[in-house]
């Protein structure tokens, strides 16, 4: 289990680097020569590999700090490419570490008993820590090539903008999921080398797997286990559906997990309110103050409480001008990754935008 620690460390300490004048006062310093620019690349990906290693089986809160203090721990670099590549970085974490401390104080946590909102609040912010980790991860090469370039050219900020982005062949910029998607590719949860089929109707294992990933990606070594009698080890979500079943976010057809037979149907497509409950339980999202009603949403239907609480999150937001949400009907691909992104955002309703 994803056991947290206490968060209010990590944001202090991270507030006081922050507004320090000199904590991140970089002042070039060229390199001495070649042996020491491969030397300074080298060490940075040792130490990246021994982060994957150490987050692998931690609890949330604490893989977050790790890799908070990594992220530190590059910025502190002085040499000129560093300097360079640091911009986009520093303002990425700047950004991650507003983003907690509002979400910390907002209307989604308030109220909840104490450990609980560490839980949420760190989920949310693991969101952010995993994307930082993968822009870390393509630090060395970028270095890399800043350091030998003699001309010393600008580089490229670390954090790519959302145009320079490269979106799945089947996904152009003008739909109304290509930001999410754009941002999920950026943070390497979706891959761009792929056609997205944003109209098929989204699975139960194409949910699975990215909320599995957005919630720091499997932590738990499986062993060959095999919960479901409808998901082999050879199934392709296999090892994120095992990892979702251990943390009780899916427990199979009639709460069946422990026993035999057991199917969690991987394949099958899922409606919007069995996406939104598996979500709630996944990222212990609570019921804000306000949200809008649909009148397709019946007063003591399963799935009732839960759509409410999506919907004061803006994560599901109801067809425009029609006053529905269609509960009960599947979703697609591009819809699911919309919603995904909706968590990550942190909107609580009526300020879905």
């Known amino acids: 289990m994803r056991k947290l ?19 991140f006062a970089l002042y070039p310093e060229p390199f001495s020569d070649e042996w020491e620019l491969d030397r300074k690349v080298d060490d940075l990906n040792s130490k990246l590999d021994d982060l994957k290693q150490q987050i692998q089986y931690a609890p949330k809160a604490q893989a977050n700090q790790m890799i908070w203090q990594m992220g530190l721990s590059v910025l502190s670099e002085k040499s000129p490419c560093a ?8 303002a990425f974490m700047q950004k991650s570490l507003e983003e907690k401390k509002q979400f910390y104080f907002s209307s ?14 760190e989920s949310r912010f693991g ?8 822009l870390l991860a393509l630090r060395p090469q970028a270095l890399s090539e800043c350091i030998r370039d003699s001309s010393a050219q600008p ?12 979106l799945p062949d089947d996904v152009s910029r003008d739909t109304w999921y290509s930001e999410a998607v754009s941002e999920f590719v950026q943070a390497n949860f979706i891959s761009n080398n792929e056609p ?12 699975v797997s990215l909320v599995v990933k957005l919630n720091g990606g499997v932590l738990t070594n499986h062993d060959g286990a095999q919960t479901f009698d409808d998901v082999p080890t050879s199934h392709p979500a296999w090892e994120d559906i095992e990892e979702a079943a251990a943390e009780k976010w899916l427990s199979g057809s009639g709460n069946c997990y422990g026993r035999h037979p057991c199917y969690a149907h991987p394949d099958d497509p899922l409606n919007r309110a069995e996406a939104a409950a598996f979500m709630q339980r996944a990222f212990g999202l609570k019921v804000g ?35 529905t ?23 609580i309703y009526p300020n879905c935008k």
């Open 5 to 23: 620690l206490s968060i209010f460390a990590i944001t202090i300490a991270a507030l006081h680097l922050f507004s320090s004048q000199t904590a």
């Open 83 to 90: 300097s360079k590549l640091n911009e986009g970085l520093r």
């Open 108 to 121: 989604e946590v308030i109220g909840l008993p104490f450990s609980m909102q560490q839980n949420v609040v």
């Open 127 to 134: 969101v952010r820590m995993t994307m930082l980790q993968n």
């Open 155 to 166: 580089v490229a900020p670390t954090i790519p903008t959302r145009q320079a982005v490269r």
């Open 196 to 207: 997205f089929r944003p109209s098929d109707l989204a699975t139960r294992a194409d949910l």
């Open 289 to 323: 103050s306000d949200a809008p009603t649909f009148t397709d949403v019946k007063a003591g239907a399963w799935y009732a409480d839960i759509v409410r609480t999506a919907a004061s999150l803006c994560i599901l937001q109801g067809d425009q001008g029609a006053g």
């Open 325 to 347: 949400v269609r509960p009960s009907g599947n979703m697609n691909r591009g819809e699911m990754v919309v919603m995904l992104w909706r968590v990550d955002k942190g909107l």
